[in-house]
Each structure stands twice: as C-alpha cells, then as structure tokens.
C-alpha cells in the first residue's frame, strides 16, 4: 500500500498546492481585492471541474477494474473515450450559455464582482481545457506515477513562466491568470496526447 499509495499522494499534493500558489500569488501582488475579486472566477472553474471530477469518479474504477481483468492499455483508454465526448458536447453548449449569463447574473445580484466578469468568462475555457485530465488516470492504472507528475509540473511550470512574464511586460492584471492556466492546460493535454499515444503504439507492438 504504501509502494503504491505514496507516489499517488505526492501527485495528488503537488497539483492541489497550485490553486494555493495562485491565490497566494494573487494576494501577494494585487492586494484582497483582487483575492476577492478571483473568486467568482473560482467558482466558474469549480463548478466546471464538478463534472470532471465525478467523471473521475466513474472512470477511474473502470479502467482499473478492466486492467486488473487483463484488458490491454488501447482498451483500457478506450473507456475515456465516450464519456469525454459527452464531456465536451456539455461544455460546448455550457461555455457560450455561461459567458452569456455570466454578467447579467453579476450586475443582478453581486455588482460588486462586476470587475471579475472578464476573468471568470475566461476560467469557462480552463475548465473545459480541465476535462483533459480524466486521461491522466491512465497513468496510476498502470502504475506510471512519474509521468503523471510530469504532467502536472510540466502545466505549473508553464503556468509560472506565462504569469511571469506578462507580469513583467504589462503589469498586474487578473487577466494574467486565466490566460497562464489556459496555457498550462494546453500543455499538459498535449503530453497527455503524446505519451498516451506513445504507450499506446508501444504495447501494440509487444502483443
């Protein structure tokens, strides 16, 4: 348990301490305000990422149980393969209705959130990015944690370098911030991309 357990902990650590440094990263240069202004974005992305998760919670056991079963890895990953399409169909109707609805809500009921709108409209896009992840589960099913963690450092890195660097051409802006996740998680669904494919290809050739 603790051969197998403890590398999955660390991952799982290391990917939740990032929303921790963006918000500390927040405070540190634009004040609480900005803090409290992020957190409607926050909840953009929260309620987003409730249908990852409990896509997660569906798939994970799956593949699992399959591999446990002796199925190969192209069938394993071809269980992600459905449920993330219906994924994508549900985000891509929630997005357009959600930047739509987004600053009507805020003026009607919150206004004082009203200089958050923007940044929230732009978490939509990080959380559809975000339903890439449920690919990530492949790597703990087959027990391959170092390339899980090089998924998500791989995106907090990028994500670190974006938000620098448009901090030091342009200044502070909340903008920033969606802009470098939206990156990271661009990054990251391409090394998904490639390294699945990469294990895919390659037991293909060992049956």
Do not use: C
């Given at each position: 348990m603790?051969?197998l357990?403890l590398?999955m902990?660390g991952?799982?650590?290391?990917?939740g301490l990032?929303?921790?440094?963006q918000?500390t990263?927040?405070?540190?240069?634009?004040?609480?305000k900005?803090?409290?202004l992020?957190?409607?974005?926050?909840?953009?992305?929260?309620?987003?990422?409730?249908?990852?998760?409990?896509m997660?919670?569906?798939?994970?056991p799956t593949?699992?149980?399959?591999?446990?079963k002796?199925g190969?890895v192209?069938?394993v990953?071809?269980?992600?393969?459905?449920?993330?399409?219906?994924?994508i169909?549900?985000f891509?109707?929630?997005l357009p209705?959600g930047w739509y609805?987004?600053?009507?809500?805020?003026e009607?009921?919150?206004?004082?959130y009203i200089e958050?709108?923007?940044?929230?409209?732009?978490?939509l896009?990080?959380?559809l990015?975000?339903?890439g992840?449920?690919?990530?589960?492949?790597?703990?099913v087959i027990k391959n944690?170092a390339?899980?963690?090089k998924?998500f450092?791989?995106?907090i890195?990028?994500?670190?370098?974006?938000?620098?660097?448009d901090?030091?051409?342009s200044?502070?802006?909340?903008l920033i911030f969606?802009?470098?996740?939206?990156?990271a998680y661009?990054?990251m669904s391409?090394y998904?991309?490639f390294?699945?494919r990469?294990i895919w290809a390659f037991?293909a050739e060992?049956i």
């Amino acid at each position: 348990m603790m051969k197998l357990g403890l590398p999955m902990f660390g991952e799982a650590n290391v990917y939740g301490l990032w929303p921790t440094m963006q918000r500390t990263l927040i405070l540190a240069l634009g004040g609480t305000k900005a803090l409290g202004l992020f957190a409607l974005a926050v909840m953009v992305e929260n309620s987003m990422n409730t249908v990852t998760n409990s896509m997660n919670s569906v798939i994970y056991p799956t593949m699992a149980t399959k591999w446990g079963k002796g199925g190969t890895v192209s069938e394993v990953i071809k269980l992600i393969l459905k449920p993330f399409g219906l994924g994508i169909m549900l985000f891509a109707l929630a997005l357009p209705l959600g930047w739509y609805l987004l600053p009507i809500f805020v003026e009607s009921f919150i206004p004082n959130y009203i200089e958050g709108v923007g940044v929230a409209q732009l978490m939509l896009f990080v959380g559809l990015l975000g339903l890439g992840n449920v690919f990530s589960n492949i790597y703990n099913v087959i027990k391959n944690q170092a390339d899980r963690l090089k998924v998500f450092l791989s995106g907090i890195l990028v994500w670190f370098f974006v938000v620098s660097l448009d901090y030091y051409l342009s200044g502070f802006s909340l903008l920033i911030f969606p802009k470098a996740m939206i990156a990271a998680y661009l990054v990251m669904s391409a090394y998904n991309f490639f390294h699945i494919r990469k294990i895919w290809a390659f037991n293909a050739e060992t049956i």
